[in-house]
């Protein structure tokens, strides 16, 4: 194929890390180019997939680059609540692709039983804008088939619920008796369990996000955080540990990949949801994707 038409190099302008509602249209602008010369390919065809939580979904579409190079390509993304990961390859060099992540704004829990729990672990990527009101769940959190729980460290170790604190308003028999919890917040994570149908846990409408640093207290033991940001984090370059609680600036903090080994366990783990289940070790490089 002639280079000057090939159009084998991708460049993502924008759509990258959308968040979106389940039913509502991602757009994406891509350039495409020559990556011999870098000069712009018009009449390119860039082929569109769409994968939902891990499943390939809908057909392929294709989308042709215009006089400038550029393609924007719109797709109604409506597999239901989660992560879609949408793929670009030119039609010329295929395994040059492109990856575009979109979230929807809520997070689905699937449905469990009492014999195979499956529990799944969210943190909003926004500070909710008014306590368990900022997060909605069909409603009120912690009402019908829906129970939630959260890791405290400093909470006083019970045989029943080890140091898991309840959301407020949870029913008996599982309320916890080491305590409960009222506000939702940004950069913390929790345990989401529905004992019924499917249901999704996300962001009401009304709520407050931030590119700013964002400061999250840990203390002594293992603690449940999250990605409070809409777009990714890389665990070792973007997260640093500060023994100073007033620096809210973080202008002391040292990155994960600097802090000595012998002082503090950096490690990160989370929750597998696939079959088998358990927690996963995640590499010095491990990406945190913000989960509604």
Request: glycine residues 10%; charged residues 15%; proline residues 4%.
């Amino acid at each position: 194929t002639d280079a000057a038409t090939r159009g084998d190099s991708l460049i993502i302008v924008s759509g990258n890390h959308q968040i979106i509602a389940n039913g509502e249209t991602a757009t994406f602008v891509i350039d495409v180019k020559d990556s011999g010369t870098g000069e712009p390919i018009s009449n390119a065809r860039i082929d569109f997939t769409v994968e939902y939580e891990g499943t390939a979904v809908g057909t392929t579409e294709t989308a042709v680059s215009d006089a400038s190079g550029r393609v924007s390509k719109s797709l109604v993304l409506n597999s239901g609540d989660g992560f879609y990961l949408v793929t670009a390859a030119p039609v010329a060099a295929p395994n040059n692709k492109a990856l575009l992540a979109v979230y929807t704004n809520r997070r689905k829990i699937p449905a469990s039983t009492d014999s195979s729990k499956k529990w799944t672990m969210f943190s909003p990527f926004a500070k909710p804008a008014a306590g368990v009101n900022g997060i909605s769940v069909n409603g009120m959190a912690g009402s019908g088939s829906l129970i939630v729980y959260r890791w405290n460290p400093q909470a006083a170790e019970d045989a029943k619920f080890q140091r898991y604190e309840s959301v407020s308003g949870q029913a008996s028999p599982n309320n916890s008796t080491v305590g409960t919890f009222s506000d939702f917040q940004a950069g913390r994570s929790y345990f989401a369990l529905s004992k019924g149908a499917d249901v999704a846990v996300g962001l009401s409408t009304v709520y407050t996000s931030s590119d700013s640093p964002h400061q999250i207290l840990v203390y002594p033991g293992w603690n449940m955080i999250g990605n409070p940001f809409q777009h990714f984090i890389d665990w070792s370059l973007d997260v640093g540990l500060d023994t100073d609680p007033l620096d809210t600036q973080l202008t002391k903090a040292v990155r994960m990949s600097g802090l000595d080994a012998n002082s503090y366990h950096t490690k990160i783990y989370w929750r597998k949801e696939s079959a088998g289940g358990g927690y996963v070790f995640g590499t010095s490089n491990t990406i945190f994707a913000g989960m509604p």
